[in-house]
């Protein structure tokens, strides 16, 4: 129903900074919420920070003052601006649309991988 197109993963030193893209397509209309998820080896996905069509955000307490999630409505696309990396922000990030009663509209795609590394 909906289509996600994913970007800007890569590899990265310790304080550097990565911004990435997901782009949605199709029934765009039922999107309420657009999130950014990650999953490091041998953890649970977890929310990263998530932006609702009002512009209400959340963020992950891990991530909370580093990170900045931001929409463009017109564009249906949704960015994750990270600055000051930490080994620890390694993870397979995946982005997300969901509706008003937090029901996925995509389902998971392969991700983009983000490495914080020396």
């Known amino acids: 129903q909906v289509q996600l197109v994913e970007s800007g993963g890569g590899l990265v030193q310790p304080g550097g900074s990565l911004r990435l893209s997901c782009a949605a397509s199709?029934?765009?209309?039922?999107?309420?919420?657009m999130a950014w998820y990650r999953q490091a080896p041998g953890k649970q996905r977890e929310l990263v920070a998530g932006t609702t069509n009002g512009g209400t955000t959340h963020y992950a307490d891990s991530v909370k003052g580093r990170f900045t999630i931001s929409r463009e409505n017109a564009k249906n696309t949704v960015y994750l601006q990270m600055n000051s990396l930490k080994p620890e922000d390694t993870a397979v990030y995946y982005c997300?649309?969901?509706?008003?009663?937090?029901?996925?509209?995509?389902?998971w795609g392969q991700g983009t991988q983000v490495t914080v590394s020396s």
């Open positions: 199709g029934n765009i209309f039922s999107i309420y919420n």
């Open positions: 997300t649309a969901e509706t008003v009663s937090g029901h996925r509209l995509a389902d």
